[in-house]
């Protein structure tokens, strides 16, 4: 048996990737879509968590985070998934696991990392063919209809 732990106290920001069990498209829907982003800005509300990047796909979500110590990323992601998923069973009326066990992060070392991630995420609706421009995807943060605190994290 393997031990796999993660090392989420680098300090830096952070690309993050989270996935629906099995790849259900619950985003597809306007009122789940619209609980997601409810669930990130109570927890960027209560945690202080800057969050500089979003994009909530049919089936997954990727947020661009910076985590103020000693405050870390696992713990900001146990609070959205574990939230979400009450809320979400909740609402639907079900129970069980809505969301695979891990999630993908990468640390950005340097803004240069931080920009092309931001790139990605906003890219991501068009490259998957949902929208021709990424403002006129309905959940991304390249949208004007979203507060995120990229500017006051570059300065």
Known sequence: MSVWRRFDHHGFTSLITTNVESRSPVFAS?????????????????TRVRLLAFVIMPDH??????????????????LIKGR?????????????????????ERALRNERELLAAIEYVHGN?????????AESFPWPSASSAFRTDLDSFLG
């Open 84 to 104: 979400f998923s009450s809320r979400f069973n909740r609402m639907r009326k079900t129970r069980g696991t809505l969301w695979q066990g891990r999630y993908h």
């Open 61 to 78: 979500v990727h947020l661009v985070l910076a985590t103020p110590p000693p405050l870390r990323l696992g713990r900001v992601m146990q």
């Open 125 to 133: 609706p068009v490259k998957a063919g949902l929208a021709d421009q």
């Open 30 to 46: 306007t009122q789940v879509a619209r609980l997601m982003l409810r669930v990130i800005g109570e927890v960027r509300h209560e």
